[in-house]
């Protein structure tokens, strides 16, 4: 194995000759590089795409920054080379390196990486692979890194259960700390690793699939999930904050440009409308919002640290931050005169939202987006996600009167009991917008279509229906097509056989693992990439694991399905969503769950975490208490 | 409004920041530093910063030069100290200007720039010297480059061998970077049979219009 040095020879020679070298050598501003002799723990934060997406990625920097606080603790990055970088590594031996020190990964204690979506598995194989790190926890020992994952994939640990060898489910800014902790102390017993995977298995939050076996029944679904050793939980319950921690403000600014250039700050986390189809609204409950002071002075601190030239006020719903007006004076009071880009994504639709992206004063080129995600009241009742038509048309007038000539309307095609007539609205209601734009503005006035296809996902009211088939959406897609041609109109859709490989992994069970090993063996990585994701592959992959897509994919899931995922506890009940799926198919809305509690199961979980956080800082409306005993601490 | 000429040497990782990311990298710097930034007018705002001469991604130089504008007169030593907190590394502050406002764009003074070249791997010198009284001898060296064809000679201004013992033999160029008419190394390199990716390129000198060529 080359070192720090021999690896940065090799790299002048190489560097010259890639695409984007300065992907692969570090050195931004807020970079931070520590003596690798002064610390007692150095981890590798991976992120398993290329530097352009991974570099701006907050849960990526939100532990850069925690991490390298801590006087006993390093932490360096890592990234995919892109497909010419890797060829030229291999070719030339050079191990996968991080960027701050160009030390080989295999050096570090510990490599953690962030799994916020499934078509990176491929990718986070690739890495153990560049890394030289065996790539099944069962094959590694003790001098090993420990390979450790989170991110909203890993609520469905399963399918990447044997490369991982342990899991964090939920958020990750205390438990983080626990395990470096733990793995410190392990260190200085000198056991061997089942010793440190079952001080890890100890901690809340953590999962370590060593210790657990799914046993399956004659029809491929699961009979239990097994714990192999008596100390380990049954149920994994995700981490949540009580209160959310000071908000990263020294970001990297990157020496070429990537995806995003620009400071992001959460608002709030969590959602409570409670759209069926929405993972995130599901798994990241309660709602918590950070106070206006707070997302200020941080934004003031991050300008300063950074010198971007544009901010994103980041959350799952906007227009639902409490006081949301006053949070967009305030930052355009403070900043005026700076220059400053302000985005705010996901505002309702309703003409409030024109008032409020009219503060901000942006550039109005990029267009202004609305997430209708259904087109008739029947599809919107089935998602709960309730907007008359009406409400839209007025909005959307509200927008063009305001300067904006684009509206981006989203869409998901293939929900629930979705039909052809409730996919015909789709194209009508855009044909609508632009006939509302054109009376406005006239010819100037476009609509943009983003049409994406309904994906199941674990721990949602949804995750027990069937994908639509590809035939089904092919019929789809085509009526859009057919429909939505003309000037003024565009429309995008997503390659059905995406939506078919991210439904196959979204709920997959331990069997996928041999899947995922195989597909990459045969090539596959990259598969969030149009351009490189190798449908063939996973077919292959799929047929010599003796598995099919249909049965993940395609199939109703009985109610009393034991899922592979059931070990793994989000703190909203499996009783509440089948509830939800229940209400969907009877056409029952529920409200916004901060005027009223719909027990979800937040609060009996964390029953100990609200005492001591009374108010309202968590947006659950008090429930009064009931004579049943706390489930969790 | 005053206009501030920074004369900077790049190295390190930034090597491999082309100009138009430099562009950026100078823009977020300078906000850093608060200094007070002039924009251009119009539609899209950007603040007015003007680098003298692209640099090819890969090297290193100790000579570029780049003009800012700004909205207040501000001393020049406390420029300098705001800036020198606020680059990236592989940034170094040498110089801090004023010039006056209607000087002509620094794009159009540069003419010439000096490069130095260290070869990696080991070569026969005395054949190399012969290559090189070849190329200088040429009344016309054609090249093509991005399908296009164009007579390297005329853009080449001065070249010699340096053979330090025990050492890497080095090469240092003088080549125009007129606009329209810019000498770049690595084609001098590969013209001369070098690996261009075999060697390490450094820029020494940028030379504008109105200055004297000292030791062509």
Redesign the interface.
């Known amino acids: 194995m080359l070192n720090s040095h021999e690896i940065a020879l090799r790299l002048?020679?190489i560097?010259?000759?890639v695409q984007k070298?300065?992907r692969?050598?570090?050195?931004?501003?807020n970079?931070i590089s520590k003596d690798w002799q002064a610390v007692a723990t150095r981890v590798a934060l991976a992120f398993p795409d290329i530097y352009d997406i991974g570099l701006p990625n907050l849960g990526l920097a939100i532990f850069y920054e925690q991490l390298n606080a801590r006087p006993d603790v390093l932490a360096e990055r890592v990234y995919c080379p892109w497909i010419d970088m890797e060829a030229h590594m291999r070719a030339e031996q050079i191990p996968l390196f991080s960027l701050e020190s160009q030390r080989p990964v295999l050096d570090f204690d510990i490599l953690a990486f962030t799994l916020p979506y499934e078509t990176l598995f491929t990718n986070a194989l690739n890495l153990l692979d560049l890394a030289g790190i065996p790539l099944k926890s069962s094959q590694r020992a003790a001098h090993h890194p420990l390979v450790i994952a989170g991110g909203h994939a890993c609520y469905n640990p399963e399918p990447m259960a044997d490369f991982i060898d342990a899991f964090v489910i939920g958020e990750g800014e205390e438990v983080i700390e626990e395990i470096v902790n733990t793995y410190q102390a392990w260190k200085r017993t000198g056991q061997d690793r089942r010793a440190l995977l079952l001080a890890l298995a100890a901690i809340p939050g953590v999962y370590v699939p060593m210790f657990y076996r799914p046993v399956f029944q004659a029809d491929g679904t699961l009979e239990r999930m097994e714990t192999l050793d008596p100390a380990v939980p049954v149920n994994i319950t995700k981490r949540m904050l009580a209160r959310l921690p000071p908000a990263p403000s020294h970001f990297l600014?990157p020496?070429?440009?990537v995806v995003h250039?620009r400071i992001s700050v959460e608002i709030m986390r969590g959602c409570t409308r409670g759209c069926r189809f929405c993972h995130a609204g599901m798994i990241n409950r309660p709602v918590r919002e950070r106070s206006i002071e707070e997302i200020v002075e941080t934004l003031q601190t991050a300008?300063?640290?950074?010198?971007?030239?544009e901010i994103a006020l980041l959350s799952l719903a906007s227009s639902d931050y409490t006081r949301i007006t006053d949070l967009v004076d305030a930052v355009t009071t403070r900043f005026a005169g700076k220059?400053l880009v302000v985005s705010l994504p996901s505002l309702r639709i309703e003409s409030f939202s024109v008032d409020l992206m009219e503060k901000l004063k942006g550039?109005r080129q990029g267009g202004f987006t609305l997430a209708p995600e259904a087109a008739t009241e029947r599809m919107r009742t089935i998602i709960n996600k309730p907007i008359s038509t009406e409400q839209l048309l007025e909005t959307a007038r509200a927008i063009y009167s305001h300067g904006w000539p684009t509206i981006k309307l989203y869409f998901m095609i293939g929900h629930p009991e979705e039909t052809l007539e409730d996919v015909q609205a789709i194209a009508d209601l855009c044909k609508a917008v632009l006939a509302e734009g054109r009376r406005t503005i006239g010819g100037r006035a476009q609509v943009h279509a983003g049409v994406s296809t309904f994906i199941p996902k674990p721990h949602t009211p949804f995750q027990w229906v069937s994908a639509d088939s590809v035939e089904q959406i092919e019929a789809k897609q085509a009526l859009l097509r057919r429909e939505l041609r003309g000037p003024n109109l565009k429309l995008n859709w997503t390659d059905p056989r995406d939506t078919m490989l991210e439904a196959f992994l979204s709920r997959g069970d331990r069997r996928l693992g041999e899947v995922i090993l195989g597909a990459w063996q045969r090539g596959a990585k990259f598969d969030a990439w149009q351009d490189q994701v190798r449908h063939d592959a996973w077919q292959e992959a799929i047929a010599d694991a003796g598995l099919t897509m249909d049965f993940y994919v395609h199939r109703t899931r009985f109610v009393d399905e034991v899922f592979p995922w059931d070990h793994i506890n989000p703190a909203v009940k499996k009783s509440y969503l089948l509830e939800e799926y229940r209400n969907s198919q009877s056409g029952i809305l529920r409200g916004d769950c901060r005027q009223q509690c719909y027990a979800c199961g937040i609060l009996p979980t964390f029953t100990g975490l609200r005492r001591l956080n009374r108010g309202d800082y968590w947006k659950c409306p008090e429930v009064p208490a009931r004579k049943t005993p706390a489930l969790a601490e | 409004m005053i206009r501030i000429r920074l004369s900077h040497s790049k190295s390190g990782a930034l090597r491999y920041t082309g100009n138009l990311d430099m562009q950026k990298v100078w823009e977020r710097a300078f906000r850093r530093a608060r200094l007070p930034l002039a924009y251009s007018q119009g539609f899209h705002p950007q603040p007015r910063i003007n680098q003298a001469c692209p640099l090819p991604l890969g090297f290193t130089s100790t000579a570029e030069l780049l003009d800012v504008w700004l909205t207040d007169e501000m001393p020049l030593d406390q420029v300098r100290a705001a800036v020198e907190g606020a680059i990236p590394a592989g940034l170094k502050i040498q110089a801090v200007e004023t010039i006056d406002l209607h000087a002509p764009a620094l794009q159009t003074q540069v003419d010439t720039a000096d490069y130095a070249i260290t070869l990696h791997h080991p070569v026969d010198a005395g054949d190399l010297r012969r290559r090189i009284a070849a190329l200088m001898d040429a009344p016309a060296v054609m090249r093509e480059r991005r399908g296009k064809m164009y007579n390297l000679r005329p853009l080449i201004m001065a070249m010699r061998i340096f053979e330090p013992i025990g050492n890497p033999v080095r090469l240092f160029l003088t080549l125009t970077v007129r606009e329209g008419a810019t000498g770049r190394p690595e084609e001098v390199l590969l013209e001369l049979g070098l690996d261009p990716f075999a060697a390490t390129v450094e820029r020494t000198q940028l030379r504008l219009k109105d200055l004297h060529p000292e030791s062509l």
């Open positions: 002048e020679r560097l010259p000759q070298p300065g692969y050598v570090g050195g931004e501003y970079q600014v020496n070429i440009e250039n300008l300063d640290s950074t010198g971007f030239e220059n550039s």
